[in-house]
């Protein structure tokens, strides 16, 4: 019997200090400035959006559409995937503006 990987997902709001930061981060200065800012409020001039991002929490078996069924997950406490959605995405209608998968470590029998 294998352990299956948890994954989590958590996301931050672009106009908080702390999203804005994680953006600065891991996406392109140009998806940022692209974004829609507030015009209005105490976030003027800050953009609108969420980023969105997964990371493992633990290691084990994930399950993928490849032929292959899946593989192990050995990127414990690492971020999987990043996005940047539209300010709509909270409440289920926003866009993605920008998406990246980080580097895959998979366990490859060849």
């Keep these: 019997m294998s352990s299956l990987a948890v994954v989590i997902e958590k996301s931050a709001l672009l106009s ?3 999203g804005l930061g994680m953006a600065q981060r891991y996406v392109p200065q140009a998806v940022i400035d692209a974004m829609p800012k507030f015009v209005r ?3 003027v001039g ?3 959006g969420v980023i969105v991002w997964r990371y493992v929490k633990r290691g084990g078996w994930r399950y ?3 032929f292959r069924g899946g ?3 050995r990127r414990v406490g690492q971020n999987v995937e990043v996005a ?3 300010d709509d995405y909270i409440k289920g209608k926003g866009a993605l503006v920008w998406s990246q998968q980080m580097q895959t470590n998979l366990d490859r029998q060849t």
Excluded: L, N
């Design 64 to 66: 993928s559409d490849g």
């Design 46 to 48: 800050k953009p609108k």
């Design 41 to 43: 409020g105490k976030r």
């Design 84 to 86: 940047i959605h539209h």
């Design 71 to 73: 593989y192990v997950e």
């Design 16 to 18: 908080s200090d702390f």
